[in-house]
């Protein structure tokens, strides 16, 4: 764990250069705008460690997967998040000694990202090996408005002499990723140019064949005035750069300007990309960087309109929520159906891929409730594209009839995961996948979207549980062998509940919304039912015995639903008797001992219980909580986040705060010794639950919002913006009481505490006190 | 399934040249003596596919491993069968003109192992692209009697033309494995060097360190008189020739002695290797060829005469298990206790590591009954000699207080294997390293072993299981979670029944066995108990409660022993059910698949039931083979034989056959298309016992040898020599009867068909009718 990350409402800060922390910073810095992002690397030559990363969304290498021994069905290829060009890049010489901060005396280091207005801004003071003393301030940002251009403003003022000063800009497509399987480079050259202030390289993915342009446009400036400097161009493969050299006088500042753009094939005709670079540049360039700038903090007011959660009384707790935000929505602004959330977003390399079934079960309520329903709507398209893959998917593994199994991991829709204990067990996916569907309807109650897209998902995913399953002769049920758990740390287990439980649940919703729509939409049910070949009485008569027959583990003694068969077979160890120095397990034990153990890596009986929480009685959640919770160890980013939103419906609000204090400042304090590598965007969204269906109760019940907000006893107060079905309020929960503003949209139903309230537009409503008496703490 | 292999009685033949056979043959032709091995690869040149193999035994580099999501706890490396020197080349120049086979027509090929006399022979007529014709013979050997040295005597003669023939016999270590993780070469040069007559390279291992020179002393005669020609001497890296070039007339003969040796540092000093070299150079080429090949000659007499089985009535069958009993002699002598049997001997490189369970489950039972009983002690004293690693790994996994666990899969004692599945849950082969113990005690009544030996290695795998087992609550019993059993269609299972047999088992044999010590040798049990803190009561206490309070799943119902908990639960699909255009189904299927089906890889719970058949009587023997055979795909080469064996003692002779005949021409007909990797050395003693202990129905019973054979429908006969505490016997079984015939040794007593036999040195005994009456076949 760190701490040096400095504390403010609005802006990440660190004072003073510590290479060893330089890594950790380039993640938390980093800038995105759903289209593009990059690791917070300098502009200028860097030795020190660092990794460097440009990454477009969307750009992926399917590399030839690493395994030990070959089984039968691995998928042949590990997709990879692709380092694209370096478009920062800056070279600096003083009077031709490089500008270098691993080689120079550096003081008044600091660094910003200004989440209000989404850039980031450096400044410092650096002395040369030969003494001499230079001022920089750098500003950069992805631009949220132009989302295919991003600018920098590069100011140096030499302190204690005159000389000459060479700047050189540069494109550099020679990259490659340090996670690359056998060392290779996945990007070929296309073509590359220059032209008097500008410059671009256009390079193919290696097997994908994307193509991405990536340009720049430069202008330089003394002391503010623009000036006009013949450039000196270079070009090297891959590689083109321009080079201004003009004598500064001390304390004069000069000052480059580079806008860089990202053009790629996904969205334009290859042989077209140059031509529309071009013009992307000089349309941005025309606007100028102040006014770019300003776009772009106009662009993110308008974010943090819709989502910003304000806690007063606690600078790091308001400091982390805002960041865990501003990181979700650099990552993906929804406006893009092809597009979905990497678990690193633009931030790092690391776990490849850009979809897991984190998009569906963390980022989704996130999206819901912050966003416009188009984002969540694009998110689930992204998976009915995807459908005719997940069906493959499924026959490779021997389904047939249209079952679908989404992949674990992927870009494409292939699967891109090569651990069989993941790639072909984790299947639970599929569940989370439905039920996205569920929670979308559920929250914007756009029920076409059901016949148009949903069913055709819904029935392919019920089809590929009815074929899971097996009848069990011996237990005169069905049962689901062979299966591994949201809890990792169990593989290939047998009846696992939430498994089983999102199988049938899955099965249901799938029959459910199948009359819906029939009865709705009775053509477009035909010509789905036709299109799938849905045999409506025999399906629905199989779907229907195996959610009748189905067997889930239970212990009548305890009360609780096992996690899986044979689960009371282990020795039962609690995680406050484990020792510290055996902590975390995934580090400190040996992975058979993992296996063996009862401790559960995150959520999996209560992430059930979470998804279908209506279902349980209060006793039946505390229970199986009681039972589970001291058996988590929690060493997933993504398992607190349920702890603290069950906890916070027990009524016990001292831990639901400790739960969430686990993940809030996860990589800003890089409590796990890993943001070096990126940053943990997905469980980002956990952290918004944690707040707003925990503290905040937020849920939906019978088409309304409901309430049954808490304070954290250490918070002044804390509010939380939310939209639903075209109304935006507000909800603060402060010490006196509670109020639930009106923002914008028509008037609004909710409930809150238990108490119906009827919103008019434009109006608040206080509430003193509404908390339902909270049920004994444990 | 190919059938080109010539049938002969002591021959494998092989007539006219594919080269798509050629991979094959270079695996089935292979040569070999215990100490050094290779595949039966061209001495000249070859350009067309080949798998280069030069071995060294005990020689290996651990390659960094290759995995797909590293687990806590794998093994860092995976230790390579490293290909070494090639000592066999000769390349062959006609007028300038290179001969290679693969450019030439050849006619008239014709290749032989000569199994009875322990070499390789190969004739051929070769017309090159330029019209040449050249007859060649080359016979060469591994010899058993210099076990460091190996001969060539190779024989060219123009056909059509005389001209320059040059032969360039070479060293040549710039060799590589094919199976190298990161295409790495792992061998570096320490020296080399030429003389008049020979040379010699001198490399050294990467990691491990090893030194191993290998060298030539070469001759020449024309038409069978030696000849001095001035050969030309050339070097390269890690490469020495000697150039002999002379005109030679149509019809003469040109023949190339070519001597080698491989010396190694594990048996010198290194830089006593080259000296050493030399001297065992002198010494085998004054010998000559013809002296050596018939000591060779000799010394395959000595082992055939401990050994041989003869079948009479089929010739393809005799041919078959006399290969395999020639090539687990050539694989391994016991005359090192450093080494051990790898799964593929000398004949290729697939699996890395020289030790499997297989040495102790399959290869033990053979060397107990064909060689000297100081054979199999060589191979438990290399386990012995292991125990601090197997205590180490064990260590690692978190295991305390001197409990061991073998590693699966190893070089130098330890684990170098990454599977998780494997490595950490085949746990079961920490039984049959405690098995093979009983087993030669059983076989030797070496009970001194125990004291000096056995007994340490025994309570280390008590301790580990003694650990390794839990109490389950909720069972009030001991269990033993998360294993992968024999049938390795099942991993990461609970309570597997072999296993858990197995370690009860081990637990009580540890017992009995410090009962014994601490009677017969006091002195020896205080010394070890105090050696390895053997806390008396406590520790006894322990294993006793297990032994006592284990589980075991079990079904009364079927009245069978259940594979592990939950087998039932699968869909129960029989074999013959299976269509065959889904078998293998370890090809056809996903391996999700394969790990939810019921099917059975190798035997499991059979495995048990052959181990300890005496705990069980006949109709619950019968129960569990009804239950498991059908569900059993022996996908594992090491199954059938365990199935025939059983099936012979319910008196199935029919079905015994059958299971033999899966095994004994595994290789010789490449059966599963994958002999060209190598041939499958551990399950050739499967094949012998199928035999043996099958049709011959031996037993070891209160101390002597116990028969009860019968005699397969399509034989005429069969014997086979088994040497027993000092006395060797002929068992020969007949239509007409059966004979036990006295070859050495003491007098002995045995028992056939449950008749006790007195059998005097020198004598004959015939037995009309000895089968036990056959329970009812099913």
Not at 543 to 567: A, H, N, R, T
Not at 724 to 737: E, M, N, P, S
Request: charged share 25%; with cysteine; proline share 3%.
């Amino acid at each position: 764990m760190k701490n040096y990350i400095k504390a403010d409402e609005w802006k990440i800060i660190e004072e003073g250069f510590d290479p060893h922390l330089h890594k950790i910073s380039e993640s938390i810095f980093s800038l995105g705008n759903g289209r593009m992002g990059q690791r917070a690397n300098f502009e200028e030559a860097y030795s020190g460690e660092t990794l460097q990363g440009n990454y477009v969304a969307g750009v992926y290498y399917p590399d030839k997967t690493r395994v030990g021994w070959w089984k039968n069905g691995y998928p042949q290829y590990f997709a990879k998040v692709l380092n694209a060009a370096n478009w920062v890049g800056i070279d600096v010489l003083l009077d031709g000694e490089q500008l270098d901060l691993a080689k120079c005396k550096v003081d008044g280091f600091y660094r910003e990202l200004n989440m209000r207005e989404g850039h980031l801004k450096r400044n410092f003071t650096a002395t040369t090996a030969s003494g001499k003393q230079v001022q920089v301030e750098a500003i950069r940002f992805c631009s949220m408005a132009d989302d295919e251009a991003g600018a920098i403003s590069y100011t140096l003022t030499p302190l204690n002499f005159s000389g000459e000063i060479t700047l050189t800009p540069y494109i550099d497509g020679d990259v490659k990723n340090q996670d690359a399987n056998y060392d290779e480079k996945f990007w070929d050259e296309v073509s590359k140019g220059t032209w008097a202030d500008g410059g671009y390289v256009q390079m193919r993915t290696k097997k994908t064949g994307f193509e991405v342009a990536t340009g720049m446009k430069v202008s330089v400036q003394i002391n503010g005035q623009p000036v006009s400097i013949n450039a000196d161009a270079e070009t090297k493969e891959k590689f083109i750069s321009l080079t201004y050299s003009t004598q500064v006088q001390q304390g004069q500042s000069i000052t480059l300007i580079k806008y860089a753009a990202n053009l790629s094939s996904q969205n334009y005709a290859a042989d077209q990309l140059v031509p529309n670079l071009q013009s992307t540049l000089n349309r941005v360039a025309a606007k100028g960087f102040d006014t770019m700038l300003a776009e772009q903090a106009a662009a993110w007011a308008q974010k943090w309109e819709h989502n910003d959660i304000v806690i007063e009384g606690d600078v790091a707790a308001q400091q982390a929520i805002r960041f865990n935000i501003f990181q979700l929505n650099q990552t993906y602004t929804g406006e893009d159906d092809r597009l979905n959330i990497g678990p690193k977003g633009f931030t790092g390399e690391k776990y490849g891929g850009s979809t897991y079934w984190d998009t569906e079960a963390y980022c989704v309520p996130f999206y819901l409730a912050t966003a416009d329903q188009q984002v969540t709507r694009n998110l689930l398209l992204y998976r009915y594209k995807q459908l005719g893959k997940a069906i493959e998917n499924a026959q490779l593994l021997g389904f047939k009839n249209g079952a679908a199994l989404y992949p674990m991991v992927t870009m494409d829709g292939t699967e891109c995961h090569n651990e069989w204990e993941i790639t072909f067990e984790e299947i639970h996916r599929n569940g989370a996948i439905a039920f996205a569907i569920f929670n979308y309807v559920r929250y914007t109650a756009d029920e076409a979207y059901l016949a148009d897209y949903g069913l055709e998902v819904l029935i392919a995913i019920a089809r590929f549980w009815a074929q899971r399953v097996n009848w069990s002769e011996a237990r005169q049920q069905y049962v689901m062998l062979g299966v591994t758990g949201p809890n990792e740390y169990e593989n290939n287990i047998n009846n696992n509940w939430y498994t089983s439980t999102m199988a049938t649940w899955c099965m249901q919703y799938a029959l459910d919304a199948a009359e819906k729509v029939r009865t709705a939409e009775p053509a477009k049910y035909q010509a789905l039912i036709a299109k799938i070949n849905f045999e409506e009485a025999k399906e629905i008569a199989q779907f229907s015995d195996i959610i009748e027959k189905m067997y889930f583990p239970y212990d009548e003694q305890l009360g609780v639903f096992l996690q899986q068969d044979g689960y009371l077979d282990k020795e039962q160890i609690l995680v406050k008797d484990l020792p510290a120095s055996e902590r975390p397990i995934n580090q400190k034990w040996s992975w058979d001992r993992i296996l063996r153990s009862c401790f559960i890596k995150q959520a999996d009986v209560l992430q059930g219980i979470y998804f279908f929480e209506d279902r349980y009685d209060i006793d039946t959640i505390r229970r199986n909580f009681d039972f589970y919770e001291p058996r988590t160890v929690h060493e997933s980013s993504l398992s607190p986040c349920v702890h603290a939103i069950l906890a916070a419906k027990l009524g016990d609000e001292k831990r639901a705060y400790e739960f969430y204090l686990r993940t809030s400042r996860l990589d800003l304090d890089d409590y796990n010794n890993d943001t070096e590598d990126g940053c943990h965007i997905t469980s980002m969204a956990g952290t918004w639950m944690s707040v707003v269906e925990g503290f905040g109760g937020m849920r939906v019940k019978d088409g309304k919002l409901s309430f049954n907000p808490f304070l954290p006893e250490k918070w002044t107060s804390f509010s939380f913006n939310v939209g639903f079905r075209g109304t935006l309020i507000k909800l603060t929960v402060a010490k006196d009481g509670h109020s639930v503003k009106h923002l914008s949209g028509p008037d609004m139903n909710f409930s809150i505490g238990g108490q119906d309230v009827h919103l008019k537009a434009g109006s608040v409503i206080k509430i003193v006190k509404v908390k339902i008496p909270a049920p004994p703490p444990f």
